[in-house]
């Protein structure tokens, strides 16, 4: 599975990303899509359940997901908070979600696609 984020903020937001319990992966920064915005994709090579099993797993990381991504939502109101400007998960099987306006059902969905 492959997460792409787009933004100023955008290393500072994958490598939190990355720090989300129960996510396994790594991430390259890419060319800037335009002046000031920077492009990472994350590669995500593992999701964890631990004792819940994967399906407990998948909703506890679509939970975190979702958290996430709101947090920096919320940050386009304050100009003074890590920015980014858009979020696409491309599960394996070709299915994409772009994180805006996703739910946290929609998410977990994608990430067990």
Known sequence: MK???QGQDAVEATKELL???GLEGS???IDEVKKG????IATIVGITGGIVG??????TIAEKLYQ?????QKSRINPTSPRI?????????????LLKD?????????LEG
Do not use: C, D, F, S
């Not at 994967?54 to 909703?59: A, D, L, S, V």
């Open 3 to 5: 997460i792409e984020i």
């Open 19 to 21: 720090a989300i319990e």
């Open 27 to 29: 991430y390259e920064t």
């Open 37 to 40: 915005t920077l492009v990472t």
């Open 54 to 59: 994967i399906t407990g797993g998948t909703m």
């Open 68 to 72: 996430w991504n709101q947090k920096y």
């Open 85 to 97: 400007e858009k979020v696409l998960i491309v599960a394996p099987n070709g299915n994409r979600l």
């Open 102 to 110: 996703a739910t946290i059902e929609q998410i977990k969905e994608i």
